[in-house]
């Protein structure tokens, strides 16, 4: 049994033991404090060391920068001393300190190796180069100023090489890294500047440059010390390439055998000089690049050689000729395989160079004939170049542009193994398509033979695509020759826009011609396509030849969708040429409304529309294609609504009503198949159709007749709605016969209101409020009913 005791001794018993627990507490933070005391006082903690400061900047190189700027300080006085005191000594004197000054500072460096103070021995011999320059200097300024500073240029740099390396090469002065490359440097203007002091002309300039980047080229692949190497690959770069250019403008521009041999000359020297830089080991991955510019400079060589003495027609295919002669130099196995990759590499830009020429040409044939959309039937021209030029200039110099095409044609297909089968043979289908194009228009044959040539390359392209055989994804190939035939005929029909009889021939023809290629199923989706479309072109152009009207021609265009529709449903929908021909032809029957719309008769329209809606339903018996059902249903309505409209008939039953008798068909066809399908869906868009435009006119109607029709119409419908509990039926036919009774009624009440004292409408409207208020709940239930009642119909 638990003893609870009072009130007043339970808090008594509390306040005790909270006042234990607080005396507790204090011991403990004093004992607390108490240690952290003992621990602080046992073991002090030392200061974190402080991490010495980073250096900015190491020793050596603190020490390289104050030898180079001793060095530059030094070379800064001895230049004021050559310049300000030089005249005050003697030419003993002179002598003397250029002597003594030079031989001390370039001897400098070896006891500073000696004492491995090398940077220092570097900054020294630097001042000593520097001062053998300023002792040429002084030498020229002092005993020698009468002669050419050219002249004196090249031979006192010639000097200072020789001197620069034979000091470099002494054995105790050979660990120095500067005099050798220096040496370099200066022996990079003696064979330059000597031909220019002796007027040797420009073709000896080009060459002692070209002889120096040979030299250089030397030096970097026999040197193995890196900063000579570095220097000598520098050397050879930069004036190799001036040189080569000097050399490639020279030869551009000679005009005679002479000149041109001389620049044909140094090129195939610069081509020599890169050659054999790429044939050794040395090359290592540049070996490439170098055999690739040694294959273009002999080309260059060669074409320059040629080119002055051949008409200017020529001067691609001689430079082309040359290209393709390399792929002979390469089948010597001999070759290393980067040099034989490099002069194929060659031989490729040359021939992608000759084809960027002849692009010109190729677009005027392909897209020159355009201007014959704005002068149709204006005559036919003589030539086929005077047709494909009669907005734009023919280019000049081009008339060897197929022989260059066919060329680079019969090159890649005889090297297709090297640059992939499907590739090569894709380019020797385009680059022969591009000749058989331009061809014509080069030779400036007779227009008819140019329409023939165009029709026999489609033709061709047509039979390379159906005939192709690879073994190796032969897909690409025939898309690529469909895509040539499709091409070609763009230029082909606008030529044939010049002359009425030639848009005839060759409409007729291209349909023919797509039409037989349409029985080869990987060809029809294109084809198929390609041939509606030009057989709609054929029925335009009949119809224009015949002087019809468009409204008659359009009727004409017709005959093209009815064949698609037929194709279509021949080939089945499964094929992939089904729908690229219902497509075109529903472009064409797009067509021929526009055209029948444009000329504004009315009945030709409404037959137009007629004749569409035949093929739309037509193509709708198809199991694929029933809802196209719909579509012909409102291309059957629309014509009979123009129809109607052309015999000026303004009854609205006369435009609703052929919507409606079909709608409600569908619908109660719908509502039996499926017995879910709800009566506003079913049959509500047809009532609607007729019954709210024939409300809206018999308001506007002052006469007996239109109402009462309406109002017997409205009844019918809501009477069968109520009988087959129907919502859609009885709602609308119940809201028109309201208003259709409403507007009968309104002159009358119009009548009793006015008869009226104006205090009785307010007092029937409280009246009516009265009523209603009484009896809320019962219309309440029985607005519930209605409601009811309307839900389980459908």
Known sequence: MTHIPPPAEELRLLDLELRRLDARRAQLLHRRAWLVTALHTAAPQAPAPVAPPRPEASAPRVQNVLLLLGGVLLTIAAIAFTLVSWGDLGIAGRALVLGAVTAAVLAAPVP?????????????????????????????????????????????????????????????????????????????????????????????????????????????????????????????????????????????????????????????????????????????????????????????????????????????????????????????????????????????????????????????????????????????????????????????????????????????????????????????????WATALVLPAVLDVPYAVGLVALGCTTAGALAAAIWIRTPERPEPLRLTATILALLTTLPLVLLSLADESATLAVTAALTALFAAASWTPRLAPVTATAALGYATALACASGAAAGWRAQDTAVLVLVVPVVAALLAARLGDGARATVPAEVTGAVSALLAFALAAASGDLPMLALVLALCAVIVSATALRPGRRPLAFAGTALFVLAAWVRLAAWDVGTPEAYTLPVTVPALAVGFLSRRRDTGVSSWTAYGPGLAATLVPSLLA?????????????????????????????????????????????????????????????????????????????????????????????????
């Open 112 to 432: 500073l190796l000696k004492r491995g103070l090398r940077s220092t021995a570097e900054s020294v011999a630097g001042l000593g180069l520097a001062l053998t320059v300023l002792d040429a200097y002084a030498l020229h300024a002092a005993a020698l100023p009468g002669t050419d500073g050219t002249g004196y240029t090249a031979v006192a740099s010639a000097t200072l090489a020789a001197l620069w390396t034979a000091y470099g090469l002494l054995p105790r002065a050979s660990a120095l890294r500067l005099p050798l490359p220096a040496a370099l440097v200066a022996a990079q203007l003696p064979l330059t500047l000597g031909a220019m002091a002796a007027d040797a002309g420009v073709h000896v300039v080009t060459l002692a440059v070209l002889v120096t980047a040979a030299c250089d080229t030397a030096v970097a692949l026999r040197m193995s010390a890196r900063p000579v190497r570095l220097t000598a690959v520098v050397g050879a770069y930069g004036l190799g390439v001036s040189g080569v250019w000097a050399a490639g403008w020279l030869s551009w521009t000679a005009t005679g055998p002479s000149a041109a041999a001389r620049a044909a000359a140094l090129l195939l020297l610069a081509a020599a000089v890169v050659l054999t830089a790429a044939w050794q080991p040395a090359a290592g991955r540049q070996a490439g690049g170098l055999a690739l510019a040694a294959g273009l400079l002999a080309v260059a060589a060669a074409g320059g050689t040629v080119r002055p003495v051949l008409p200017a027609v020529w001067t691609v295919p001689a430079y082309l000729a040359c290209g393709m002669a390399l792929l002979a130099v390469t089948r010597p196995a001999r070759l290393p395989q980067a040099v034989r990759e490099g002069l194929v590499h060659a031989s490729a830009v040359v021939q992608g160079l000759a084809l960027l020429w002849t692009l010109p040409p190729v677009a005027l044939a392909l897209t020159g004939p355009v201007s014959w959309t704005e002068r149709v039937w204006s005559g036919a021209p003589a030539t086929v170049r005077s047709a494909v030029t009669a907005d734009a200039p023919w280019p000049p110099h081009t008339g060897t542009a197929p022989l260059v095409l066919a060329a680079v044609t019969v090159v890649l297909f005889l090297t297709r193994d090297a640059v992939g089968r499907t590739r090569a043979l894709t380019g020797v289908l385009v680059l022969g």
């Open 698 to 794: 018999a308001w506007g109607d002052p006469h007996w007749a239109r109402p009462l029709l309406l109002g017997l119409a409205a009844l019918a419908v809501t009477l069968l709605g109520a009988r087959h509990h129907l919502q859609a039926p009885l709602l609308l036919g119940g809201t028109v016969l309201a208003l259709d009774a409403l507007h009968e009624l309104a002159p009358y009440i119009v009548q009793v209101t006015d008869a009226l004292p104006r205090w009785v409408p307010p007092a029937l409207a409280g009246l009516l409020l009265l009523a209603v208020g009484a009896t809320y709940e019962q219309r309440l239930r029985d607005a519930r009913r209605v409601r009811d009642f309307l839900g389980t119909m459908r």
